[in-house]
């Protein structure tokens, strides 16, 4: 079967197609013909070698919607031939606040979704939701999960509270908007790019600033203060999110991609009573509990775009440059 593998990284950014043997299901594991799977920034970093523990030869890729196969010994016959998406989380371990030291995600070190067929657990199957086709469904798993996460168990989203969601081109972000936007909570949004902001504000969004521009913290005062931000970007803008909260507000964050703040604002932080909280993607019961959030409100990601298999390298070099807009999905 074809596979997406990071080889050799002597080679920039190395990725390469190879053929591997269709995978057989152990006692208690599937196999899943994958319709349809998606990127996420962490396949970048993998890429770029910016990952704990790379095993060169790994098929990349946590995101997947496919057809169960095959079964391995023990699991139910009801799974055979069902239309599903694959719950990425491995070892979460017992502690719903926090994974365990085992934790780890499809897609490295074990092989993942960027191939024909994966091997997972069985209980990583969740039904796919009906209203989803295969590639609207392989957008959900990693994003949905880490913005539930953030936005609920964290953020304490609930109806009518201010919520910011930065940077809501990310693969991410966008769920963090339109999670929160379903709850009933009035969203702003901050892009470099005022075609994501317009595209946000017909969706739903009260309005948004463009983070590229020296004074979108004056406009975004307008908005009379946040009781939640979430956010990937980390850096100094940590800062001005601390100048924005509401007393007692929320600043969530999953990521640092423009890394550490060279300052924090204590002072602010401590009088205003504002937490600041890191997030990482979430529990199996969340993972659930987000499939359900989707069903039931009827959830569509953001698709950037939908490429075939073949054209999965210039997917990844989007996903670098940034342009994207949503999830960047390829149909197999
Ligand atoms: N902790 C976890 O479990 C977890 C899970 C998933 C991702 N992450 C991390 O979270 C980050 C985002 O992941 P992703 O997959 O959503 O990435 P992505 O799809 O590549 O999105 C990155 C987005 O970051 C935004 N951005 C860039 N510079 C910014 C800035 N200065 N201020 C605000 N936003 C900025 C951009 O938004 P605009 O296009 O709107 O400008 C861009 O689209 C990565 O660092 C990733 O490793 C962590």
């Excluded at 092989?111 to 989803?132: F, I, M, S």
Aim: net charge negative; proline share 3%; charged share 20%.
């Amino acid at each position: 079967m074809k596979s997406l593998t990071i080889s050799d990284h002597q080679i920039s950014e190395p990725l390469q197609f190879i053929d591997k043997p269709v995978p057989q299901a152990k006692s208690g594991q599937v196999v899943v013909q994958v319709k349809a799977a998606a990127l996420n920034h962490r396949d970048q970093w993998i890429r770029e070698g910016k990952y704990p523990n790379i095993q060169m030869g790994t098929t990349l890729g946590s995101d997947g919607a496919g057809v169960v196969s095959a079964l391995g010994e023990g699991v139910d016959s009801i799974w055979l031939g069902k239309e599903v998406i694959i719950n990425p989380n491995r070892d979460w371990g017992t502690n719903s606040n926090v994974q365990s030291a085992q934790y780890n995600i499809l897609g490295m070190p074990t092989d993942g979704t960027l191939a024909e067929y994966v091997l997972v657990n069985a209980d990583r199957l969740v039904e796919k939701p009906v209203h989803l086709n295969f590639e609207e469904a392989a957008a959900l798993p990693l994003g949905g999960l880490t913005a539930f996460r953030a936005v609920f168990h964290h953020g304490q989203c609930v109806k009518d509270q201010h919520v910011l969601i930065s940077g809501v081109g990310g693969g991410v972000a966008q769920f963090a908007f339109l999670f929160a936007k379903y709850t009933g909570a009035q969203v702003w949004v901050t892009s470099g790019s005022q075609e994501k902001i317009t595209e946000c504000i017909r969706l739903g969004a009260q309005g948004g600033f463009n983070y590229k521009e020296e004074d979108w913290t004056n406009e975004a005062k307008k908005a009379g203060g946040f009781d939640l931000v979430i956010d990937s970007a980390g850096g100094d803008q940590i800062n001005t999110f601390i100048k924005l909260m509401r007393p007692a507000g929320r600043i969530v964050f999953y990521g640092a991609t423009t890394g550490i703040p060279s300052q924090l604002d204590l002072h602010r932080m401590f009088w205003n009573q504002i937490t600041l909280q890191g997030s990482t993607m979430g529990n199996d019961t969340e993972f659930v509990k987000m499939v359900d959030f989707v069903r039931m409100h009827e959830v569509r990601p953001i698709i950037d775009s939908v490429r075939s298999f073949d054209e999965a390298i210039s997917a990844f070099d989007e996903m670098k440059s940034g342009s994207q807009f949503g999830k960047l999905v390829l149909s197999l």
